[in-house]
């Protein structure tokens, strides 16, 4: 039996705080405002680019009337240098290699804008495994809302089996709220600890995934 397997972006195929964090201090810096800890932005990522500013700019007290404005330019400057410093965690491409030989088609549902999603899936060779791709700026509404999910598996098309992978509390509400099995990689952007994460599995190296997958078709 094959299933069709859609991942998160952030924090569970990419390591890519460095390159959001870069992008967020070069819109501050613009405003003449200090930088900020990569660790305190990365608290800020899961729910997309115009909340991670808005967060950014609640942490910075500054004025939210410029929202709109401070979003464009921060995704400008991400757009500039998605994938300067944006690597895939160990053993993910392998991973991908044998989910996709065992036939499985796997897609991709990201809060991430479409556009720096796709290119960073370029420019780390990780495009050519994915049958669809959804930003969070692609349909009017993004994770946690499960039609999100739903439409990344749709554009696989019709497969018995649906399985989401992820790392966040957000991907696990997603992927509730659309009644699909959840594995949590425990490495990614977390907030909370693994257990109080709602999961059907979790995986904290990406050599394990193949069969953790598997094993889901036995369960
Ligand atoms: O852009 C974000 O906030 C997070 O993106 P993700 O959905 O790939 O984790």
């Known amino acids: ?28 810096a613009d405003q003449g405002l200090a930088p900020l800890p990569e660790e305190t932005i990365r608290g800020f990522v899961g729910n997309g680019l115009p909340k991670l500013v808005e ?42 290699e044998a989910v996709r030989q065992a036939g499985m088609p796997l897609g991709l549902c990201t809060n991430k804008p479409e556009a720096p999603a796709r290119h960073i899936l370029q420019a780390l060779n990780l495009e050519p495994y994915f049958g669809a791709v959804i930003g969070g700026d692609s349909l009017p509404v993004r994770k946690p809302d499960p039609e999100h999910l739903r439409a990344a598996f749709d ?35 977390r907030k909370s600890p693994v257990a109080r994460i709602p999961h059907h599995s979790t995986f904290d190296d990406f050599r394990d995934l193949p069969q953790l997958i598997r094993s889901q078709f036995t369960a």
Not at 5 to 25: E, P
Not at 73 to 84: D, E, G, P, Q, V
Request: charged fraction near 20%; aromatic fraction near 6%; glycine fraction near 6%.
């Open 1 to 28: 039996m094959t299933a069709a397997i859609v991942f998160d972006l952030d924090g569970t195929l990419v390591d890519s705080l460095a390159d959001i964090a870069a992008a967020a201090n070069r819109m501050l």
């Open 55 to 96: 967060r950014v700019m609640n942490h910075c007290d500054m004025d939210m009337n410029r929202h709109g404005k401070l979003t464009q330019a921060t995704l400008r400057h991400y757009t500039a240098a998605a994938s300067a410093r944006t690597r895939p965690y160990p053993g993910v491409q392998e991973a991908l």
């Open 155 to 189: 554009a696989l098309g019709q497969h018995p089996v649906r399985i989401f992978v992820g790392d966040s509390e957000v991907d696990a509400e997603t992927a509730q709220r659309a009644n699909v099995p959840f594995l949590l990689f425990s490495r990614g952007y």
